[in-house]
């Protein structure tokens, strides 16, 4: 809770969560915290659509089906016909099918990409490891963002992708434990390589780093970065006082 507060934003934020639902119910946990109110009258008016059906987001882009962009825009237009003005997709796999159509929206979508590579880029101009799904990291979308910033990205190598991609499906399976262990390892790798910060590009990886035990400044969170970006988008033209 900031010691500034505000009215409640006007624009409605339309969240399409379910990808996975651990890291949408952290994303909400942390629009709350982030938000510059001090009692519910001031909080942003939220509509959310959990959708944890949308198909599995790595294995369409390995495997070259559009499935999950098409039921992404299709639930990104529900949320606009519910009256939403902002729409967030806290996840990042989503965001490589979003970035073929999001400029067309009709609702303006916060990026995710550019949000975290913002925090990125303010926290550790030298670089840092990118750690996200499998899916992700082969369509290059993180790495070309970054390359148009001039902004170094490393990429794990296979056997450690690997175990990142499997710590965030401990997330998505509630085995939190146990993906703390296994990102904590695949991390250990990194740093053994180059100690730069973590990157955590899929919204389950803080929730992993976390349970990790890791230090908490040497992380870029993606979960952590959308919500700032909409609560600094939501209340943009909201008047603050003390």
């Given at each position: 809770?900031?010691?500034?507060?505000a009215r409640a934003p006007e624009r409605t934020l339309g969240v399409l969560g379910g990808m996975g639902p651990a890291a949408t119910a952290e994303f909400l946990r942390l629009l709350a915290a982030d938000a510059p109110a001090s009692r519910d009258q001031q909080h942003p008016r939220l509509l959310l659509l959990s959708e944890p059906g949308i198909p599995d987001r790595t294995a369409a882009i390995l495997g070259g089906d559009d499935e999950p962009?098409?039921?992404?825009?299709?639930?990104?237009?529900?949320?606009?016909?519910?009256g939403a003005?902002?729409?967030?997709v806290p996840c990042n796999t989503a965001h490589v099918f979003l970035d073929g159509f999001a400029a067309t929206?009709?609702?303006p979508v916060v990026d995710i990409v550019d949000a975290t590579l913002d925090e990125a880029v303010r926290l550790s101009p030298d670089g840092g490891w990118l750690t996200a799904t499998t899916g992700t990291v082969r369509s290059g979308l993180y790495q070309r963002r970054a390359a148009a910033r001039g902004y170094r990205l490393l990429v794990p190598d296979g056997g450690t992708q690997e175990a990142v991609h499997g710590a965030a499906e401990r997330v998505k399976?509630?085995?939190a434990e146990e993906a703390g262990a296994a990102f904590r390892e695949a991390v250990g790798r990194l740093w053994r390589r180059r100690?730069?910060?973590v990157v955590a590009?899929?919204?389950?990886?803080?929730?992993a780093y976390r349970s990790a035990g890791l230090p908490p400044e040497l992380m870029v969170s993606s979960l952590a970065a959308l919500?700032?970006?909409?609560?600094?988008?939501?209340?943009?033209?909201?008047?603050?006082?003390?």
């Open positions: 809770m900031t010691a500034l507060t962009g098409r039921r992404v825009r299709e639930c990104l237009r529900t949320l606009a016909s519910w003005d902002l729409l967030a929206s009709p609702v399976a509630g085995r100690r730069l910060p590009a899929c919204t389950e990886l803080p929730l919500s700032r970006a909409c609560i600094a988008e939501l209340y943009r033209s909201v008047p603050v006082r003390s």
